[in-house]
């Protein structure tokens, strides 16, 4: 399982974010940016967000 908290983003969040490749995890995180914190993810961001992702049991 692909994780992605979202305070290791740099938001005062608890949200985390969970899928089974890493594709679907960027995918939510743009929807949670957008919908929860007002933030449009660039291909920029993105790049960055992947770097985050940990593979969790």
């Known amino acids: 399982m692909k994780t992605l908290h979202c305070r290791d983003a740099g938001f005062d969040c608890e949200g985390v974010i969970k899928a089974a490749t890493d594709e679907e995890v960027l995918a939510q ?3 949670h940016a957008h919908d929860v914190h007002g933030v449009q ?3 920029e961001l993105a790049n ?3 770097t ?4 969790e049991a």
């Open 29 to 31: 995180a743009a929807v």
């Open 41 to 43: 993810v660039s291909p």
């Open 48 to 50: 960055q967000l992947r």
């Open 52 to 55: 985050l992702i940990k593979e």
